[in-house]
């Protein structure tokens, strides 16, 4: 386990996929008609989805995360 900054995506998520197009690692994946998954291996902590999103419903925490 390791300490990161990853992506949270919160229930409210209207799966419109700004936050996927956006991630320059391809760490989102959008299931249509549910709601957005954060790979949080993939995941860089980086903050774009977080701006890109229109519900503001992505949030980039500390959270302990497997190890790649
Ligand atoms: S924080 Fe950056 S790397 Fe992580 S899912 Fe969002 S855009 Fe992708
Ligand atoms: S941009 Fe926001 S509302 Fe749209 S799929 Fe991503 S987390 Fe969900």
Do not use: W
């Not at 995506?9 to 197009?21: H, L, P, R, S």
């Amino acid at each position: 386990m390791q300490t990161k900054r990853v992506a949270q995506v919160e229930e409210e998520c209207v799966a419109c996929g700004n936050c996927a197009k956006c991630c320059p690692f391809g760490a989102i994946t959008v299931y249509k008609g549910l709601h957005a998954v954060v790979d949080e291996i993939c995941c860089k902590g980086c903050g774009k989805c977080v701006v890109a999103c229109p519900a503001d419903v992505i949030v980039c925490k500390k959270r302990e995360v497997e190890s790649a």
